[in-house]
């Protein structure tokens, strides 16, 4: 069983930048595939990005590339996901997620992760 505690969410004014950090627990957090997803009010969860094993490479959805910056510290078990330029379309509650084990960690879908965080609530002012 994996525990995923995500922090560094808030309130924020357009233009504004946030950290939100996941912390993992396990011993073999270096083969975790991880991702990060958000929801708005209304509307289905949603792919923000993925990060490789070695942190070395990231898969960002359309809307917040140039924007977010996600990374992972594996020795800290952590994985992070730095939101510049945030905008009100940005706010949501973002979930981190993790897939253990598999030959991929391009992994852009709800039902290829295997654990959840609780969540993080972002909110964006205009």
Excluded at 28 to 42: D, E, H, K, L
Excluded at 100 to 113: A, C, F, N, T
Aim: proline share 2%; with cysteine.
């Amino acid at each position: 069983q994996v525990q995923l505690v995500e922090s560094g969410g808030g309130l924020v004014q357009a233009g504004g930048s946030l950290r939100l950090s996941c912390a993992a627990s396990g011993r073999t957090f270096s083969s975790y595939a991880m991702g990060w997803f958000r929801q708005a009010p209304g509307k289905e969860r949603e792919f923000v990005a993925t990060i490789s094993w070695s942190g070395g490479s990231v898969i960002y959805t359309q809307s917040v590339r140039g924007r977010f910056t996600m990374s992972r510290e594996n020795a800290k078990n952590t994985v992070y996901l730095q939101m510049n330029s945030l905008i009100p379309e940005d706010t949501a509650v973002y979930y981190c997620a993790a897939k253990l084990g598999g030959p991929s960690w391009r992994l852009q879908s709800r039902d290829q992760y295997d654990y959840w965080g609780q969540g993080t609530q972002v909110t964006v002012s205009s």
